[in-house]
C-alpha cells in the first residue's frame, strides 16, 4: 500500500492516573480526573503502560462511569520492560519504543498510562514520546494529578525555577553528601529541589533531612495527594526540630511522622 493510500495515524493520549496507586484508601477518580480524560480513556484499546494489572485496575475505574470501548479482558496492553522501569528510559537510545507504536501506525489511537501521575513525568514514557514524535504520530496529553507541580505549588518555595531529582541514595552517609549538594544548590541559586522516596522509607528519608540540613532551609512535604488524609506541610527546618522536640542528630526516630504508607514527596530551598 502506498504512503498516499495508508490509514491516517492513530493519535498518543498521555493517560494520568489517580495518585491513590498501592494506598489503602482511593478517592472517587471523579473528583481527580476530568471527565473529558475519562471519556478519552474510555474510548481506548490500546496501551502501552507500566503495569498491565494496574492499569486494569484503573479502566475498571473508569468503567463504573464511563462504558469502555472494549472489555477490560479484550484490551491489548503493553507494558515497558522491567530495564526501563530500573534505569529509565529518559535519555536517548537506552530503548528502542517504536515497535510498541504499531497500532498508531495502523491507524489506532493509544495511550500511555503509569501506575500514578502523568506518564512520563517522574516515571517511564518519555521513550514512547520521543519514539510517537519521530514516527509523525501526534502525541496529546490529557489532564490530571501531577504530584510534583501540587507540592510545588502548595509548598511556598520558588515555583519560577525548581528541579525534581527523583530518588535519594539509600545509604546514609551518601545521602547526607547529596542532601548537603541539593541544599548549596537551591541555597545559592534559589532553585527549589525536589525528590520522592519509596513510601515505606518515608521516615528514614525525614530523619536523614532533619539531620542534614541547614537551620534556616525550608524543608517542605505533601503526602497522600488527592486523598482526605492528605498534607501539605512547609516550615524552616529548624522549626521542624523544635516541632519535633528533638535534637537534630536524634530527628524524627521517637515519632511517626511522615506517614510511611503513603507517597510523598519531599522540596527543599529557601
Not at 475505574?61 to 479482558?73: F, K, S, T, Y
Request: charged fraction near 20%.
Amino acid at each position: 500500500m502506498s504512503k498516499a493510500n495508508s490509514p491516517p495515524l492513530g493519535r498518543l493520549f498521555l493517560v494520568p492516573a489517580p495518585l491513590d496507586f498501592g494506598c489503602n484508601q482511593q478517592a472517587p477518580v471523579t473528583d481527580v480526573i476530568p471527565s473529558k480524560t475519562l471519556i478519552t480513556a474510555a474510548g481506548l484499546r490500546h496501551w502501552v503502560c507500566e503495569n498491565a494489572k494496574s492499569t486494569r485496575a484503573y479502566l475498571k475505574r473508569i468503567g463504573e462511569h464511563h462504558p469502555l470501548v472494549a472489555p477490560i479482558q479484550e484490551q491489548a496492553l503493553q507494558e515497558l520492560p522491567r530495564a526501563v522501569h530500573k534505569k529509565g528510559d529518559h535519555q536517548a537510545g537506552q530503548f528502542d519504543a517504536r515497535p510498541l507504536l504499531a497500532p498508531a501506525l495502523a491507524g489506532h489511537d493509544m495511550g500511555l498510562i503509569s501506575e500514578a501521575g502523568m506518564p512520563a513525568v517522574a516515571d517511564p514514557g518519555s521513550s514512547v514520546v520521543r519514539a510517537a514524535h519521530d514516527l509523525g504520530i501526534e502525541v496529546v496529553a490529557l489532564t490530571g494529578p501531577v504530584s510534583l507541580l501540587l507540592t510545588l505549588a502548595a509548598s511556598g518555595l520558588n515555583g519560577q525555577n525548581f528541579a525534581f531529582v527523583g530518588y535519594l541514595p539509600q545509604d546514609n552517609g551518601e545521602r547526607s553528601q547529596r542532601l548537603r549538594e541539593l541544599e548549596s544548590l537551591a541555597l545559592k541559586t534559589g532553585q527549589t529541589q525536589l525528590f520522592i522516596e519509596t513510601p515505606y522509607r518515608n521516615q528514614a528519608l525525614w530523619q536523614g533531612l532533619l539531620q542534614s540540613l541547614q537551620p534556616n532551609t525550608r524543608l517542605a512535604i505533601s503526602y497522600g495527594l488527592t486523598l482526605e488524609q492528605g498534607q501539605n506541610r512547609s516550615k524552616l527546618v529548624k522549626d521542624w526540630r523544635q516541632q519535633a522536640h528533638l535534637d537534630p542528630k536524634a530527628a524524627g526516630k521517637a515519632k511517626d511522622f511522615p506517614p510511611n504508607d503513603l507517597p510523598a514527596v519531599f522540596g527543599i530551598g529557601r
